[in-house]
């Protein structure tokens, strides 16, 4: 009996088995968060004031608007890290207990950037119909809205898994008058959830 033939399938149907088990191998060594919930401050609250009355702009940014000025003016701003995730669950909450939900009035603007600050990606969360920074089209997550409920923003797919990241949180509004209430991002243990489609615009 001729071996060779034989030998030769063993060993491509033992590279095929190997090649398989990668994807798993490589899931399993993902971190897996276990420790307590932890809460960090983006920004504070800021009460409601007319948008005329603001002085800083974002004169880097165009705002698509019907009725307000394309330069958005500057309600809060705030930054939290170098932090890792380390496979937690990264959402937006109101409180740092992650029980109540936050208000935006126009926008969120979040630039996440590497361990040393260099931004990223951008997306803005809130109302706005379009924003852009240079050529750049700025991603839109969640519904378009001024109110979102405790954990309804989900960033966890936006976040590196593991690796340091900082966030700069800035409030922006386009006319009328402009607020922002506490927002907080809290890692927390539990399977993370994923930005669809229609959570994510404009990508």
Do not use: H
């Amino acid at each position: 009996m001729n071996r060779a033939p034989l030998t030769a399938l063993a060993l491509a149907l033992a590279l095929a088995l190997a090649l398989a088990a990668c994807p798993k191998q490589q899931d399993a060594a993902r971190p897996s968060y276990a420790g307590p919930p932890k809460a960090f401050k983006l920004l504070s609250t800021v009460e409601e004031a007319e948008s005329a009355s603001r002085s800083e702009k974002r004169e880097d940014l165009f705002v698509q608007s019907e009725t307000g000025a394309p330069t958005p003016v500057v309600v809060a701003a705030g930054q939290i890290g170098p932090l890792s995730r380390q496979g937690a669950r990264a959402q937006l909450f109101g409180d740092e207990a992650g029980t109540r939900g936050w208000e935006v009035d126009n926008f969120v603007l979040l630039e996440i950037g590497d361990e040393k600050g260099e931004i990223q990606k951008r997306v803005a969360i809130g109302y706005q119909q379009g924003a852009t920074l240079g050529s750049e089209l700025i991603d839109t997550v969640g519904r378009m809205k001024f109110s979102f409920e405790p954990g309804e923003v989900e960033l966890s797919s936006l976040l590196p898994a593991d690796q340091p990241f900082t966030i700069k949180a800035t409030a922006l509004d386009v006319g009328g008058v402009g607020r922002v209430s506490d927002l907080y991002l809290i890692l927390s243990p539990g399977s993370a959830g994923t930005v669809d489609d229609d959570d994510l615009r404009n990508q």
